[in-house]
């Protein structure tokens, strides 16, 4: 984080940062005093927060107190402390994006936060694509998978027809586009045999694209239990019975996409009844040690696409 975040991030956390910085340290209140410190209270602000891209480390000089932002945070959150948890969580996400939240006085400094900016793509990319969904019905590839009028419309599906893949727009946790994927409706179709060969593919924006970000981020609500599903149509079926669904929508997830799920307090996950399925819920439950994660598992050969919405919440119900 730069000094900006770093003020803002402490303010959440219920601390204010000092006037001056040692070296590469922005100094605050010790938020752990209370607990930590001798006369409970840090009236000589021990407590560093250093600057640089990403998440910052802290150290308190007074009580050794170490740990990542977020790591903090949660401690704080572990000993009860009421402070600005969403806040300090969105600062800790836009700086591991890497943009800034404030304008930057240093041009150095914005030279280096521009250049690790994320890579947005346009809101026209997705409206450019006709919509799958038309006066209460649906593409019939759609049709064909069960999947419901409001459904398509809430996941903003489109169409491609050149390309005969059904689209849909990925959001970030901020409402901005990072993704257009596309599912193959046609596999035996002439001309366009090459490309249905990948039945996923994400379209790229100027040679980019974001295998990081989750579909479903920007109607995640953090504090409910969120289900997290395979594929679009797993997910498109799981939000018929239940709206707090993701999709990581790659086979294998990454450390940096799991990191982005670390503020939802509980997870079920609601994978394939199959050995890839297998291999994501350990990989989730290791990389969310602190969420209490919770696995549906599906019979063998079975994924949540191919059961009703009353039979997946079944399934889930219990565990909400
Ligand atoms: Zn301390
Ligand atoms: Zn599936």
Redesign the pocket.
């Known amino acids: 984080m730069n000094r900006p975040q770093i003020e803002q991030w402490l303010l959440a956390i219920g601390s204010e940062a000092e006037s001056s910085s040692v070296s590469d340290w922005v100094h605050g209140a010790c938020p752990f005093a209370h607990w930590n410190h001798e006369s409970g209270t840090d009236s000589n602000p021990s407590f560093g927060v250093q600057l640089g891209p990403g998440e910052s480390k802290t150290y308190c000089l007074a009580c050794g107190a170490s740990g990542k932002q977020y790591d903090v945070m949660l401690k704080l959150k572990h000993l009860g402390l009421q402070f600005d948890f969403h806040t300090a969580a969105e600062l800790v996400y836009a700086a591991e994006d890497g943009e800034p939240l404030v304008e930057l006085p240093d041009p150095y400094e914005k030279q280096f936060d521009e250049k690790a900016s994320p890579h947005l793509y346009p809101e026209w990319l997705a409206e450019a694509f006709e919509p799958a969904y038309f006066a209460g019905d649906v593409h019939p590839s759609l049709a064909g998978r069960g999947m419901p009028f409001e459904i398509a419309e809430k996941l903003n599906m489109r169409y491609d027809p050149h390309r005969l893949r059904v689209l849909f727009p990925v959001l970030d946790w901020r409402g901005r586009l990072r993704g257009l994927h596309g599912r193959a409706v046609c596999l035996p179709c002439g001309g366009a045999e090459w490309e249905q060969e990948i039945p996923y593919k994400a379209y790229p924006y100027e040679g980019q694209t974001n295998s990081h970000i989750w579909l479903g981020e920007h109607w995640l609500d953090p504090d409910s239990p969120v289900v997290v599903?395979?594929?679009v149509?797993?997910l498109a079926r799981v939000m018929e019975a239940y709206s707090n669904v993701i999709s990581p929508l790659t086979a294998t997830i990454s450390a940096a996409k799991i990191k982005r799920l670390r503020n939802a307090s509980r997870v079920i996950t609601l994978f394939?009844g199959d050995k890839a399925g297998e291999r994501g819920r350990i990989k989730l439950a290791q990389g969310l040690p602190t969420t209490n994660v919770k696995h549906v598992v599906l019979p063998p050969g079975t994924?949540?696409?191919d059961h009703t919405a009353d039979e997946i919440w079944g399934l889930i119900e219990h565990l909400l």
């Open positions: 599903a395979e594929s149509f797993d394939d994924d949540a696409g």
